[in-house]
């Protein structure tokens, strides 16, 4: 099937799930203050927010409250088209296989998608929610699909059964959304260099060491992984990456970088990487950050075109304003503070001036970048963003 009919197809089968898309935030809360009640509506955000600070305890009671028929339609809604960019991407790579394992599949959404689709392969779908094990199976007796099994595992206590061509873990492993991951060696680079410690403290604190070992220890040698997680942000890819090279995971493909949108959210999600395991390495892993809009300054031709003096000459919030800052001309600086956190976060704060233009940088160990330049008559302003930072450093 191309990509086009297996869109077609997750979108019919989101409908049959009672899922709805919208494009306006508004629309989508009138719908759910008619769907839900006040007492419904607290107990989500309570459980939500349990989720966050707690422990497994609280997210397993969080996936079992959201796996109720009267909330799940609506809470999933919210995430109609991250079910549409996962399931047609995982399907696609489904055709060579013959036993496919969903780990972390909740309400098996994406798991009843995948068996609609392939009668002649095995699934099976694992979760640790019982609420959410139970819908997953009644959902597939009412489709009548006999390919499809669901278990309720945790991998943290259980050990997985069986072996699979495919293991799929999508938003499975890594957990700890809040996790800021691994910090750059200063705030001058993107780099990280290996730690072991750091390795295992990140694969520890996330709960991904002891999913992914789980896992690894079921997918067939021959066999294949498709991942994706809330990894984008550079400061989780590396560790994440790490993670999977450790385990000799290879690169079938070049890793895809996922955009969509939830209520309230333009997400970038990903990467979506399918691995396989031992053999030669034949695609390098990219530890860089991403490709941005930003231009290097170029003081002749951005003076030029200065007209309003409400807008700086120059201004850059991407990873390339490093490079910018790097090759302005000339560079003097006036003042710069570098604090460093307990967790190891390091920022620094630079006014300067370059070639009678002045700048404000701005860089962190966790990938943020800021330069703006304005001419020598708005300089105050620089002066005033730099002292509304240094307040706001540990
Ligand atoms: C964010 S949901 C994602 C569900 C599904 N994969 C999807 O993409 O829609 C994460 C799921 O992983 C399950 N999970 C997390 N840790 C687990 C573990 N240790 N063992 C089994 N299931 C786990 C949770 O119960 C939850 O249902």
């Known amino acids: ?82 079910y549409e960019e996962i399931g047609w991407r995982t399907a696609a790579h489904l055709s060579q296989a013959k036993d496919i ?28 929610s019982s609420a959410s094990v139970v819908v997953a199976q009644e959902k597939a007796d009412k489709l009548g699909l006999h390919n499809l099994r669901f278990e309720c595992v945790d991998v943290e206590t259980q050990p997985l059964s069986g072996t699979y061509d495919v293991v799929v873990a999508t938003h499975a492993l890594v957990q700890a959304e809040h996790d800021l991951g691994l910090p ?3 705030w001058r680079t993107f780099e990280r260099e290996y730690s072991p410690a750091q390795q295992l403290s990140f694969e520890r604190r996330t709960g991904l060491a002891i999913r992914l070992d789980g896992l690894c220890r079921v997918v067939n040698p021959s066999g294949r992984m498709i991942v994706s997680e809330k990894t984008r942000q550079l400061a989780r890819r590396v560790p994440f990456q790490r993670a ?34 031992g053999g030669e390495a034949t695609l390098n892993w990219d530890e860089e950050p991403e490709q941005d809009q930003g231009q290097r300054f170029d003081p002749d031709a951005d003076a030029r075109s200065a007209g309003d003096v409400n807008v700086p000459l120059y201004e850059n919030h991407w990873p390339s304003a ?20 307990p967790d190891g976060r390091q920022v620094h704060a630079e006014r300067g001036i370059s070639r009678s233009q002045h700048y404000l940088y701005c860089a962190n160990t966790f990938d943020q970048r800021q330069l703006v330049i304005v001419e020598e008559s708005r300089s105050a302003m620089l002066d005033e963003y730099y002292r509304e930072i240094l307040r706001g450093l540990p």
């Not at 079938?252 to 996922?258: D, G, K, Q, S, W």
């Not at 490093?322 to 000339?330: G, S, V």
Request: proline share 3%.
């Open 184 to 186: 750059s060696q200063s």
């Open 322 to 341: 490093q490079t910018a800052w790097e090759h302005l001309k000339d560079r003097e600086v006036i003042r710069e503070t570098t604090r460093q956190a």
């Open 101 to 128: 394992l969903d780990f972390g599949c909740g309400i098996g959404v994406l798991t009843t998608f995948y068996a609609r689709l392939f009668p002649e392969k095995n699934f099976v779908g694992v979760d640790r």
């Open 1 to 82: 099937m191309d990509a086009d009919s297996l869109q077609q197809a997750i979108r019919e089968h989101l409908a049959w799930w009672g899922f709805r898309h919208f494009s306006s935030d508004r629309d989508y809360f009138a719908w759910q203050r008619r769907q839900l009640s006040s007492e419904e509506l607290r107990q989500l955000a309570f459980h939500a927010e349990q989720k966050r600070e707690g422990d497994h305890r609280d997210e397993i009671a969080f996936y079992d409250l959201t796996a109720h028929p009267r909330i799940y339609p609506v809470l999933y809604s919210q995430r109609y088209e991250y």
């Open 244 to 277: 999977l090279v450790n385990r000799e995971l290879r690169l079938a493909e070049r890793p895809t970088l996922i955009r969509y949108r939830t209520v309230e959210e333009a997400v970038e999600d990903g990467p979506f990487y399918v691995l396989y395991r």
